[in-house]
């Protein structure tokens, strides 16, 4: 029994047809949507690539970009294939067409709901990678003579002004690193000498801050250096008075700003998924209907069209048969005495001459 079965007159079909026309360039735009969501959020990411290890993080936005691409395409040749629909005689000829047509718009648009998936799932890799980049970047700040990393300097500091953070975690993370360049070290003062050889790594540590970590709006001038020391500032305690420095880590704010934006693209896919959707049922509509039509041989009479001729148990049973059976397509039978029904198939009385006819009664 067919699934959803519904009555088209002339004057249905080819307002179906019309509709889909119209729809499938509507289709096109959001396939230049989908292109363009992909290649900001790629371009997004490309921006901040110096604070991010290398990963998939790129697949959501090459997933979205390939997407728009193919569904550009489909849905300009679904454009014509409905506009031709609209005439019997032209339907003749996409006819082979339209079924493997319809597959594969189905798998367009199970891509595209993946792809917006992916953009809900893909929080926890970005994690790890902002987590293992920014704490590589906070690592090298100092190394502003070594080529390939003199820049990291510039771009964290750029990074924490803009997202109004302090290191990767929190403003903590800089008390653990030496963050600031032996070159600006006087190796003659006994503090300093001091401070190194207290370290067993022989590393410069202090519990301050760069300068980029300052809050503007603070009242007060910014404390960067002793900040867990209550008696080097005029009335200031460390535990209870608010630190005029960014107390969000980078990690945080970076993560909270992409995962805003992945948020948003998630749910222009799944609403180009579900226009896409509805586009796909519309042609699967016209091309069952236009198919029974040729059956009937009447394009001016009535025609039914469905989503599946047979029911859903029955249809995935038939498909499954037919993946069991394509590797049998060629094979012939080398053991006696066995045969197998998809394999070796008798022929009927096809070759036979003196098949005897059977008379025409006179009028």
């Not at 202090?206 to 910014?222: E, M, T």
């Not at 700003?257 to 042609?283: K, Q």
Request: aromatic letters at 10%.
């Amino acid at each position: 029994m067919a699934v959803l079965k519904v009555k088209f007159t002339k004057n249905k079909r080819d307002k179906l047809a019309q509709i889909l026309w119209i729809l499938n360039w509507v289709s096109v735009v959001s396939g230049i949507i989908l292109f363009s969501l992909g290649l900001f959020l790629k371009i997004e990411i490309k921006k901040r690539n110096e604070v991010m290890a290398k990963g998939d993080i790129n697949s959501v936005p090459n997933m979205l970009i390939s997407v728009g691409v193919i569904a550009c395409i489909i849905n300009f040749l679904g454009g014509k294939i409905c506009y031709d629909c609209s005439d019997a005689n032209k339907f003749s000829r996409w006819k082979l067409v339209m079924l493997p047509y319809i597959v594969c718009t189905f798998c367009f648009t199970f891509c595209i709901l993946v792809g917006a998936l992916m953009c809900y799932t893909m929080r926890n890799e970005l994690e790890e990678s902002l987590y293992l980049g920014l704490r590589d970047a906070i690592k090298f700040y100092k190394d502003t003579d070594i080529p390939g990393r003199c820049f990291l300097k510039k771009t964290v500091d750029m990074l924490q002004i803009g997202f109004q953070c302090c290191g990767n975690n929190g403003f903590r993370d800089w008390f653990e690193i030496q963050w600031v360049s032996a070159r600006y070290l006087n190796m003659a003062s006994k503090e300093v000498l001091d401070r190194l050889k207290s370290n067993v790594d022989g590393r410069f540590l202090v519990d301050g801050v760069p300068f980029s970590c300052c809050n503007p709006s603070s009242p007060r001038p910014c404390i960067q250096y002793q900040l867990t020391n209550n008696s080097a500032h005029y009335n200031y305690d460390f535990l209870t008075e608010e630190l005029n420095i960014w107390v969000k880590g980078c990690r945080e704010a970076l993560l909270d700003y992409y995962t805003a934006i992945m948020r948003s693209i998630g749910i222009a896919a799944l609403l180009i998924w579900l226009f896409e959707l509805s586009v796909l049922i519309g042609v699967r509509y016209l091309q069952t209907a236009m198919k029974n039509v040729l059956l009937l041989g009447d394009p001016q009479g009535e025609s039914d069209g469905w989503l599946l001729e047979n029911s859903f148990v029955e249809t995935a049973k038939y498909n499954i048969n037919i993946i069991k059976n394509l590797g049998k397509a060629n094979q012939i039978s080398t053991v006696s005495a066995m045969t197998d029904p998809n394999i070796d198939v008798k022929n009927t009385n096809c070759g036979k001459t003196n098949v005897p006819t059977k008379s025409i009664p006179a009028a």
